[in-house]
């Protein structure tokens, strides 16, 4: 695979200072959440709340809400899942993954939080953020998942995680059950 496009991987923002971070459309790439599934429009931002309540909990996705609001982030997100739509196997989507970190500044080392809005969508793409966090030893990556899943799937068939890859599971989701 020739990598032409790369996966927009931004330094900061107004909570994240000195952070790297990497973001895919909210709702669209979340198939463990439940108490906050809300979705931005892809073209026009309009929002769809499609929350189900946990312990008479629910809530608007914070994130899907600034892909509402600015249109610069929503087509930045939808940039990325985009591209790693059109790979076709793992291993592509482990090359634009290390072509796109290697072309930012965090390459250097530093911290990467892996998705401020979106989730590991299916375990291809999980795998391959796995694997490309190898290529980067100096590099702490880490992410807030309710895709617990494949985080689970991963760890059994390879025996564990990553040794500079950190996960929080975010309970609200559908596979609360297995956090533990």
Request: contains cysteine; hydrophobic residues 40%.
């Amino acid at each position: 695979m020739r990598i032409i496009n790369l996966l927009k991987i931004a330094f900061e923002n107004a909570k994240l200072k000195g952070i790297w971070h990497f973001s895919l459309p909210c709702g669209w790439t979340c198939p463990g959440a439940l108490n906050c599934l809300s979705k931005a429009d892809r073209e026009t931002g309009k929002m769809t709340d499609n929350q189900t309540p946990v312990d008479g909990v629910s809530y608007r996705c914070y994130s899907a809400s600034m892909e509402s609001t600015y249109p610069s982030v929503r087509k930045s997100r939808w940039h990325n899942f985009d591209l790693l739509k059109e790979c076709k196997s793992t291993a592509e989507k482990v090359e634009l993954i290390v072509a796109s970190i290697k072309a930012s500044g965090v390459r250097r080392g530093g911290t990467l939080r892996v998705h401020i809005g979106g989730d590991f969508y299916n375990q291809s793409y999980f795998n391959a953020w796995m694997r490309a966090a190898s290529f980067f030893p100096q590099i702490v990556f880490y992410a807030y998942t309710k895709s617990v899943h494949f985080l689970l799937e991963y760890m059994t068939a390879s025996g564990g995680l990553p040794k500079n890859f950190v996960f929080t599971c975010s309970k609200g989701g559908k596979f609360d059950s297995l956090i533990a």
